[in-house]
């Protein structure tokens, strides 16, 4: 008898434990939630404007993702100054075949005391263009007159060394008929800078050989390119 007892009691503490799991959470949580508590749900988005409801555009992703803006006109995209610092001179190097180098070479060397316009962007242009030939000829001889360097590479560099060497002079004629406002030789010096230094490069090309200070090269390349431009299409004498 007290078997069976036991056991009944058992059986009923079961079912009430077996009907507490089964009831839904709703049933079992007594404390209902604050309206004025509750927080807004994230994926809740406020109603656009109307007029402003575009179909086609897409929304903004839960990872963050937003469209890019809308590039600017061409006018107003190249610079890179903080700032725009200089936007003359943004202008003038954007009409340009190197714009980031012409940007990057001279605006260093620019102050507020110089008005910014083509002549006086080319004056500058020459003194740094200068600058770089010598130190460009300076490291030619040094890798030319290295005994480890071998001779085939040495045979270009006597090539890039007498070119450059011609060149600071060329210039400081470009700069004399600046002041006697002589286009003409103007043209003429920049054009053989710009050629001393294609002649450098192709003796390489021609060679099959990897220049041991290409990258002086190209900068002297584009500026000399970007000098010559400015000379011919910007400069009125």
């Keep these: 008898m007290g078997i069976k007892r036991s056991l009944l009691l058992i059986s009923i503490f079961s079912l009430v434990a077996i009907s507490a799991c089964a009831r839904p959470p709703s049933d079992i949580t ?47 995209t190249f610079t890179i100054l903080p700032g725009g610092s200089y936007p003359e001179l943004d202008q003038i190097c954007g009409a340009t075949d190197y714009p980031i180098e012409c940007v990057r070479f001279i605006s260093p060397y620019l102050n507020d005391s110089i008005k910014i316009d083509p002549l006086n962007v080319l004056k500058v242009g020459i003194h740094v263009a200068t600058n770089m030939t010598i130190e460009a000829l300076n490291l030619a001889i040094k890798i030319r007159d290295d005994p480890k360097t071998s001779p085939n590479a040495q045979s270009c560099l006597r090539v890039c060394t007498e070119n450059y060497d011609l060149i600071p002079d060329g210039n400081e004629l470009a700069l004399r008929a600046i002041g006697e406002r002589n286009w003409s030789d103007l043209r003429n010096q920049l054009s053989g800078d710009l050629t001393s230094v294609n002649t450098c490069i192709d003796v390489y090309h021609e060679g099959n050989l990897a220049s041991p200070m290409r990258d002086m090269d190209s900068d002297l390349l584009a500026l000399y390119s970007v000098l010559l431009h400015i000379a011919v299409d910007m400069v009125k004498f």
Excluded: F, I, R, V
């Design 30 to 76: 007594d404390t209902p939630e604050s309206p004025d508590s509750t927080p807004e749900s994230p994926d809740s988005t406020p109603e656009a404007p109307d007029d402003d409801y575009s179909p086609n555009a897409p929304d903004e992703a839960a990872d963050g993702y937003a469209p890019p803006p809308e590039a600017p006109t061409p006018s107003t």
